[in-house]
């Protein structure tokens, strides 16, 4: 190999190093389910529940439902679920709206 090539593939390697991300240490992974706010017995799919609008939001944080009374409970009153699971409402930016 010429120097040319060992220090393009120097770089390479240099530059891939410096793009991999790595979690923060102690930093919990997103969960994929939590219980349902309004029947805590109940689990719920994070991502399914997304998909089918199964969710509110309150003061920052993100509720999650496990069927369609749940909602109606919660919005007559939501602070009396408050301390259910759940986790930080996601911000919506110009980005996240073209999504």
């Known amino acids: 190999m010429n120097k040319i090539s ?3 593939l120097v770089g390479l390697a240099l530059c891939g190093s410096a793009f991999a991300q790595k979690a923060a ?3 919990k992974a997103a969960p994929k389910t939590l219980h349902c706010a309004v029947m805590p017995k109940d689990t719920v ?3 399914a529940a997304t998909k089918n609008k199964m969710f509110a939001d309150y003061k920052g944080n ?3 439902f496990c069927c369609a009374g749940c909602p109606a409970a919660f919005k007559a009153d ?3 679920f408050a ?3 759940h986790i930080k409402s996601p ?3 110009k ?3 073209k999504a």
């Open 6 to 8: 060992i220090l393009a």
């Open 25 to 27: 240490p102690g930093a």
């Open 45 to 47: 799919d994070i991502a």
């Open 62 to 64: 993100r509720y999650f």
């Open 78 to 80: 939501p602070s009396k």
């Open 83 to 85: 301390k259910a699971e």
């Open 91 to 93: 911000v919506v930016t």
């Open 95 to 97: 980005k996240t709206k």
